[in-house]
């Protein structure tokens, strides 16, 4: 049982690591950045639950890219929100929740 246990917690390691890699942020070795559009707006929106995270404990990271080409920046950044966060993809579950519920028959006591 320590095994598996051991072998869970090196791999939730490498996930978060992983993941902490993929944060948003400039990179001063490339010089100014360029203006950010739809597709980096997209990919900050997908890994905003982890690039919060980490902004709250460095000044380095933002959530945000402020040098963005605009309205199709904000159009990825918020499309990026839905995918992360489940966006349309959880409310079909919630349906066959309730359509579950109803057919099934209840019980009274």
């Known amino acids: ?20 890699g993929c944060a948003a942020g400039p990179n001063v070795a490339a010089g100014p950045a360029p203006e950010a559009g739809f597709w ?28 963005n080409d605009g309205n199709w920046y904000d159009f990825g950044f918020v499309f990026g929100l839905s995918v992360s966060f489940g966006g349309p993809a959880r409310s079909g579950s919630a349906v066959r929740r309730r359509r579950r519920s109803a057919a099934s028959p209840r019980r009274r006591r």
């Open 40 to 67: 980096l707006g997209l990919w900050h929106g997908i890994i905003v639950p982890i690039t919060f995270v980490v902004s709250l404990f460095t000044d380095d990271v933002n959530i945000y890219e402020v040098v």
């Open 1 to 20: 049982m320590t095994r598996s246990r051991g072998r869970l917690a090196a791999l939730l390691v490498l996930v978060v690591w992983v993941a902490v």
